[in-house]
């Protein structure tokens, strides 16, 4: 029996997948593994469903499928990873796609931190569950609204700044829609960042990207002081947000800091990250018409490719150090496998078709 490359690859990679969900809370540092000694505690407390209280509605949903209780804790992990694995080669359909052996390493790469940071009790599950049916949903502007709802519907539930994901989303949809290219498009993001920064001022006392002072202030500068930055401006008005806003947006997508630390694990995810930056950069030069005359498969191309810049700007607010960066960049596994796969297969299309073409000769 002949079985496809491809397939095997995916198979191999998720047994490898897998085995590091069970081995990494042996052998990784705690630090690692924080959220899941959290959700545990909130499992045995949690009563209700709150209002965007990630760790009580994680700890709900995982106790309501039976862990802990039906299950035993330790099963947790390989189930997590299941499901996120399958999630993600579903909504980027890397298993359709032939034997393209730098994908396939790719995509196995993206695996060492989904299974590190989702096998096991983790609020990214529930995320990246909700990225890959949103990236599925996506396929016309009435999908994009039905996935516009459910990623509020995660905001309120579990983490209200993905409203300002959505946001931001919808606006540079918005745009490609009308026909505006990556420069339209990021100056539409900047227009609506302005008063979302006014509004935070008002309402909450804090400019948006003061998010990170705030984080960075209460973790007392650990667990990790090399990977973490703070912004460069003090803010006082919404220029300074936007500035300090692009200035972390600008560090963790060209990690150029990250290399200069010079140790293994801070040059390997450099490496990674400028990868994946520049293959995302690729995908869109070569993207003009994506689809041809697929309709749907435009609007799922777009809506991929947005809401990986939109959520990316808005990780650029936020985020404190590079390590959180990694841990929530895995939510965006569907949306940017979607892309690469997609310009994959149209590459590949004219090449089988020109060989049966020959073959008919």
């Known amino acids: ?110 695996t060492v931190p989904l299974a590190i940071y989702d096998g096991t009790y983790s609020k990214e599950v529930i995320a990246l569950l909700v990225t890959a049916a949103m990236a599925r949903l996506s396929g016309s502007g009435r999908g994009v609204a039905f996935a516009a709802a459910l990623g509020l519907a995660y905001a309120m539930l579990f983490r209200t700044y993905w409203g300002l994901v959505i946001v931001l989303w919808l606006t540079m949809l918005m745009v490609w829609r009308m026909g505006g290219g990556w420069a339209l498009r990021l100056f539409a993001a900047i227009a609506v960042i302005v008063p979302l920064s006014l509004a935070a001022h008002e309402f909450a006392g804090l400019w948006l990207s003061d998010g990170r002072t705030v984080v960075v202030e209460a973790r007392g500068f650990a667990p990790d002081p090399a990977t973490m930055f703070v912004n460069p401006l003090q803010n006082t008005s919404p220029v300074t947000d936007i500035v300090n806003t692009a200035s972390g947006w600008l560090m963790l997508v060209l990690p150029i800091s990250l290399l200069l630390l010079g140790g293994l694990q801070h040059v390997a995810f450099g490496v990674f990250q400028l990868t994946n930056t520049a293959l995302f950069v690729a995908t869109q030069r070569r993207a003009s018409g994506a689809g041809g005359t697929d309709l749907p498969k435009q609007w799922r191309f777009a809506a991929a490719a947005t809401f ?46 020109a060989a049966r073409a020959d073959a008919r000769r």
């Open 1 to 110: 029996m002949l079985v496809r490359k491809s397939s095997a690859a995916l198979s191999a990679t998720y047994v490898v997948g897998a085995a590091l969900a069970v081995v990494g809370p042996m052998v990784l540092p705690a630090n690692y593994y924080f959220d899941t000694a959290t959700i545990r505690d909130h499992m045995e407390t949690a009563v209700t469903v709150a209002y965007n209280d990630s760790f009580n509605n994680t700890a709900l949903l995982y106790r309501g499928l039976g862990f802990g209780t039906l299950f035993p804790h330790a099963l947790a992990g390989p189930v997590s990873f299941t499901a996120v694995y399958l999630a993600a080669v579903s909504a980027a359909g890397i298993a359709r796609v032939n034997w393209i052996p730098w994908l396939f390493a790719l995509f196995a790469a993206w």
């Open 308 to 353: 990986c810049v939109a959520y990316s700007l808005v990780q650029g607010m936020f985020e404190p150090d590079f390590g959180s960066f990694a841990k929530h960049e895995i939510n965006l596994l569907p949306m940017f496998f979607y892309m690469l796969v997609h310009v994959a297969r149209n590459r590949a299309e004219p090449d089988i078709c």
